[in-house]
């Protein structure tokens, strides 16, 4: 089973600029020596306005990462395209894959937080076009050796060739996130690569994960294992006390991303990506591997029996000694 | 006298990868080493659809760079901010400023090449208005650790709170370039630092700069002759043939510069900021220094009688050889 981290970092503002960096540098390190434990990616999110410092230049610093790092694979996790002109943010991706050496994985979505459209000053009825106008220049942009013009609903460019080209040719894989089984066949249709969420049980995984296989076989795109990579909420908790208060912490955590998706009370068309799955945010615990190693060791079992062969671990803000204590106690006995 | 470089790096379509990336990483090597050497920065051009591979994510570049030295200084001259969303770049700006321990410098500037104009689909007409709007927003975004609003001509943003903060406080210097005395009074008005460019006489250098330091100090802005950073085109040569062959390079050079920012023939409200100082190619080379080190000395005092304190050195596109024979024949001559 192949690991990955599913990483965060913060730099919060009203803070001093020492203080602030520290997020960052944290981040840094943590990939840093998640590469030497023998993690594969680091996937990261793309954030804005939340008031907690979450990262919103991804891009700028996943390239900090990349200086710092050799063979770990960067990736996002994913990019709001509607947010982006898709020119601009085809020149980051490639000259981050580019100095990388081809080591980004290019995770994309339609952005889902209220307080994200309202910042920007978008209506989150028009996410779906933009993101689909958008993903197209940004495809074309990365893989055209020719000249050419883009007259769309949102954006138009004209005579435009866009260089650098990303190292991984004809682009970066794409990765998207489903929650469905029909979003899942979607995505293997694209020819993309599959995320999928930390809520989801083995069962839902499993169905989701035939579903994307089954259609990528159809439609002649590669329907690899390593092409689908799971989120979970992984915590190292020895003691009843350990695990409860890891418990805590996760569904704070949980707590803080639905406030910060949610609009005003009682504002139609709020979307909540966490409440879609479960009815309380205790429930959003459920799939969380929180305990000593032998039970994150059997829950990664159960995941593997569903048919996972990639893990994006979410160990939270202070994921270091989780990644140590998961390569030396868990990961050996997954072939690592 | 302080010396940094003006740098360039190219990465062409139509290579393979391994090709294409090697101009980023020459760059890379010469920032490294111009930091060994005793240069104070490296400013950094933004181009778009050149066809021959123009720096682009000029901030994404500069990341790599910053990850990779130390005390170096991360310029760009310039960003062009009518192609930019204010509230990303302000992000991105502040991602580079934090990592980087408070490196950048933040060259800015309006756009002049009609075919990025026409790339980007946007009137030339507009670029002056969406510069103001897009630098009012980017300061605030900047600077402001209160939520705030916009609604502008061009932008809307609804409570936003722009994360991560620079490292600089209030926000990285702001550099911008004049042509001649009315917009160097203009910048020191603004409270910015100034760039001059590589076609101006000594003579006029003296009038913009004492233009620049008087309205600042009128101003009560800072009026330090190190916020004023020079252009140059420095290369070192020994011989006759030698001579005659960098300045056929740079001529070369200038001609393709020039052909880039001009419109098609005869078309309306062309500018070109080369032909604007010169009439002919060959005068474009007038100030240039192109010699053995003495004439390059020799160059470099007529410019500190003249006020400059701070060169910022253009060698072409392979700088390095040039930047060591600065630093060891020509640097100690003026307290290097």
């Known amino acids: 089973m192949r690991l990955g981290l ?28 998640a590469e030497a434990l023998g993690f594969h990616a680091s996937f990261l999110v793309e954030h804005h306005f939340t008031g907690m410092g ?9 390239q900090w990462v990349a ?4 063979t770990l694979r960067l990736g996002t996790a ?8 898709p020119v601009l943010l085809a020149e980051q991706v490639a000259t981050v894959d580019l100095l990388s050496g081809g080591r980004l994985d290019l995770g994309i979505g339609r952005g889902y937080r209220w307080s994200e ?29 020719a000249r050419f013009s883009h007259q769309g609903q949102y954006w138009t460019f004209r005579d435009i060739l866009v260089e650098p080209p990303p190292a991984q040719r004809p682009h970066p894989p794409v ?18 690569n599959l995320l999928l969420d930390q809520f989801a049980s083995p069962a839902k995984l499993r169905n989701l994960i035939a579903a994307y296989r089954t259609e990528a076989a159809a439609r002649g795109h590669p329907a690899d294992p390593l092409r689908i990579a799971v989120a979970r909420n992984i915590r190292l908790a020895d003691t009843a006390d350990a695990i409860a208060s890891a418990r805590a912490a996760q569904r704070e955590q949980h ?51 569903a048919g996972v062969a990639y893990v994006l671990v979410n160990a939270g803000r202070a994921p270091r000694e989780t990644l140590r204590r998961l390569a030396r106690e868990v990961m050996p006995a997954f072939g690592h």
Do not use: K
Request: with cysteine; glycine share 10%.
């Open 175 to 192: 990765w998207m996130a489903a929650a469905g089984e029909a979003s899942a066949r979607a995505v293997a249709a694209r020819g993309f």
């Open 6 to 33: 599913f990483g965060s970092a913060n730099a919060p503002r009203g803070a001093p600029s020492a203080e602030a960096v520290q997020g960052y540098r944290d981040y840094t390190e943590t990939c840093i020596e």
């Open 117 to 145: 459209f309202r910042g920007f000053g978008l209506p989150p009825e028009e996410a779906a076009d933009r993101f689909e106008e958008t993903l197209d220049v940004l495809l074309r942009a990365l893989t055209s050796d």
């Open 54 to 62: 979450q990262v919103s230049a991804t891009l700028t610093l996943q």
């Open 255 to 305: 707590a803080g991303m639905l406030a910060l998706s949610r609009g005003p009370a009682g504002r139609a068309g709020q979307r909540s990506h966490i409440l879609g799955y479960a009815e309380t945010l205790e429930a959003t615990l459920e799939h969380a591997l929180i305990g000593p190693p032998e039970a994150i060791a059997a829950g990664l079992e159960t995941l593997r029996d």
């Open 67 to 70: 200086a710092r790092t050799s």
């Open 78 to 85: 994913v990019l709001v395209l509607p947010w982006h002109n």
